[in-house]
């Protein structure tokens, strides 16, 4: 029987719950951020330096809802 925030949606199901979606952002992030470093720090305003950046935002971002959410629910838990 699912709790009343996940009978909601399917995103706030999985929000701060799926620990192989949190790892596998925090190794794309990992992988993403010293490349874009590596390769287009000194070019930014190239298409591939602008495509990668975002990409690494957008990884960074998810994660970090990721675990702003489960930190919450952390906090927030009802002792049984």
Not at 39 to 54: G, H, M, N, Q, R
């Amino acid at each position: 029987m699912p709790c009343n925030q996940c009978t909601d949606s399917v995103f706030k199901q999985k929000i701060g719950r799926c620990k192989r979606c949190m790892w596998q952002l925090t190794l794309l992030s990992l992988v993403t951020w010293p490349l874009w470093w590596y390769c287009y720090a000194d070019t930014p305003k190239t298409v591939e330096s602008i495509a990668l950046l975002f990409f690494a935002v957008s990884f960074s971002g998810l994660l970090t809802l990721h675990l702003l959410v489960w930190t919450y629910r952390t906090l927030t838990q009802q002792e049984p």
